[in-house]
């Protein structure tokens, strides 16, 4: 699978240390397997010119205290609480100047953020998604993407998952509804 480096952005969904980090409280040893080949196609990605977003999750700790019914710290527990270790990225990303950094306080990455404006702006049509949780908020995030029309191309061997299952369901799901599936293998940017 090829895409166009001039159109394409590499998203890179929470790879936190509250999620992929040994200390973290929501951590998951298959997000932490996923930061090396993360890291790979980050480094593809620029190489090529295309762009490279981050997304990292946030949590202000009285974000949930008047919802009606949305709380994840009522369903996962207080974690990547705004300010706190867990929600930098993990040492391994590094992001530069010229990337986005996007700040997201739900599942999804378009939620209420500046994402959908920033890839306007760039000309980006193609998205090639990586990170964790495959489930949760990749899954939600490429959905999302699919849903403006964006291309979502998710990066198979490139995400975090708790179970197997979660990942398999993720990745099935998304390409029988609205994405693409590939590896890091059998992704081209050019």
């Not at 994840?72 to 992001?95: I, K, N, Q």
């Not at 949780?133 to 029309?149: I, K, W």
Request: aromatic share 10%; with cysteine.
């Amino acid at each position: 699978m090829e895409l166009d480096p001039a159109q394409t952005a590499l998203i890179v969904v929470d790879m936190q240390n509250g999620f992929c980090h040994p200390d973290g409280s929501l951590y998951a040893p298959d997000s932490e397997a996923a930061i090396e080949p993360c890291a790979e196609l980050v480094d593809r990605a620029r190489e090529a010119g295309a762009k490279v977003v981050f997304t990292r999750d946030v949590h202000p700790p009285d974000q949930f205290e008047d919802t009606h019914y949305y709380d994840e710290f009522d369903r996962w527990g207080e974690h990547v609480v705004e300010g706190s270790w867990e929600t930098e990225l993990v040492d391994d990303l590094d992001p530069q100047d010229e990337d986005l950094v996007v700040v997201k306080h739900t599942y999804d990455a378009f939620y209420q953020t500046e994402l959908e404006g920033w890839l306007d702006a760039h000309g980006v049509k193609d998205l090639a998604i990586c990170g964790t949780l495959a489930n949760v908020c990749v899954l939600h995030t490429a959905s999302s993407a699919g849903l403006r029309d964006y291309r979502p191309v998710l990066v198979e061997d490139a995400v975090g998952y708790i179970e197997d299952e979660h990942r398999e369901y993720a990745l099935e799901h998304a390409e029988w509804l609205f994405g693409e599936l590939t590896d890091r293998g059998g992704l081209t940017f050019a």
